[in-house]
């Protein structure tokens, strides 16, 4: 018996395994096959709001504790295929 195991496919599993992170990733889409760079999205995750939590319970004014929605580096990020717009790989910081 021979199973066939599609090679794009293959390619992107191990791709996806911890090699999304702050930058785009040039991979082969495992939706519409085209070897694309990834387009990068900051979105608000869980990092973002206990950090925001945190500077608020230490006393903060009320202000201060919304900069950490500014700092990209603590937010979530979605790698989305220019070319069909499948979110390819979300990065969580937790
Ligand atoms: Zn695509």
Request: charged share 10%; net charge positive.
């Given at each position: 018996?021979?199973?066939?195991?599609?090679?794009?496919?293959?390619?992107?599993?191990?791709?996806?395994?911890?090699?999304?992170?702050?930058?785009?990733?040039?991979?082969?889409?495992?939706?519409?096959?085209?070897?694309?760079?990834?387009?990068?999205?900051?979105?608000?995750?869980?990092?973002?709001?206990?950090?925001?939590?945190?500077?608020?319970?230490?006393?903060f004014v009320l202000g201060c504790?919304?900069?950490?929605?500014c700092f990209d580096r603590l937010?979530?990020?979605?790698?989305?295929?220019?070319?069909?717009?499948?979110?390819?790989?979300?990065?969580?910081?937790?």
């Amino acid at each position: 018996m021979n199973i066939q195991v599609p090679v794009g496919m293959s390619h992107c599993t191990l791709v996806a395994i911890g090699a999304f992170g702050d930058s785009p990733v040039q991979m082969t889409c495992p939706n519409c096959h085209h070897a694309v760079v990834t387009k990068v999205e900051f979105t608000s995750g869980v990092l973002t709001y206990l950090f925001c939590g945190g500077l608020f319970f230490c006393g903060f004014v009320l202000g201060c504790c919304l900069i950490p929605f500014c700092f990209d580096r603590l937010k979530d990020v979605k790698h989305t295929c220019p070319s069909c717009k499948t979110v390819l790989a979300v990065y969580k910081r937790l």
